[in-house]
């Protein structure tokens, strides 16, 4: 038998961080953290690990403060190129401005992730480098036809239209989405102190 989990608590809006926790099969909600900080200022590799690290214990301790008992998992994604950090857009002419620059230059998208339970925390960043085809405005303005992009960390997203241009990655596919996957699992794992990820131990 599996061990009995605490509640589990995803602390984002993300609906893609939702889609791909949900592949781990574990009874989770979601509680959208009220006062988080989005920091936005680094200019080195070093700078942005910290970064999405800080953001993602920032949303974590949010929802634990309501909810002690709880696992809860905070995440933040944001993508660097040339000493440019690109979140989410503002607006469209951004999001275009974001995916022209990096769709000429390879690129980096880091996620931070946090947790919190009884009392603890345990943080992790993930780092996969992406690789585009050169847009132009007319294959742009396309793709912004197919899907909104502005809740997506420069301005797209590998799981959809984008993957056709997106040439090489390196690194772990669903941290390009906002979750790493194979990271968090071990992180949970640790934190836990048990794998709850099999039926008996």
């Not at 301790?61 to 994604?77: E, F, N, R, W, Y």
Request: hydrophobic share 40%; proline share 5%.
């Amino acid at each position: 038998m599996r061990k009995a989990l605490p509640e589990i608590i995803l602390a984002s809006a993300s609906p893609r961080r939702r889609e791909l926790f949900a592949y781990f099969d574990l009874p989770f909600k979601v509680v959208v953290p009220k006062d988080s900080l989005e920091r936005d200022r680094a200019r080195t590799h070093r700078q942005v690990r910290v970064l999405v690290v800080e953001n993602a214990l920032d949303k974590a301790m949010q929802v634990a403060k309501s909810h002690p008992d709880a696992l809860v998992i905070g995440a933040d994604t944001v993508v660097f190129c040339k000493d440019r950090l690109f979140g989410k857009p503002k607006d469209l002419e951004t999001a275009k401005e974001y995916l022209k620059f990096l769709s000429r230059n390879p690129h980096h998208v880091y996620t931070g992730i946090a947790l919190s339970y009884c009392g603890k925390a345990w943080t992790d960043v993930e780092r996969t480098k992406v690789v585009m085809d050169p847009l132009g405005e007319k294959e742009i303005e396309f793709y912004f036809s197919k899907e909104a992009v502005l809740d997506k960390a420069g301005g797209f997203g590998i799981q959809g239209f984008a993957g056709t241009f997106i040439t090489r990655i390196d690194g772990c596919f669903y941290n390009v989405m906002g979750l790493p996957l194979s990271r968090l699992r071990k992180l949970m794992i640790t934190a836990l102190g048990y794998n709850p990820f099999v039926s008996s131990l």
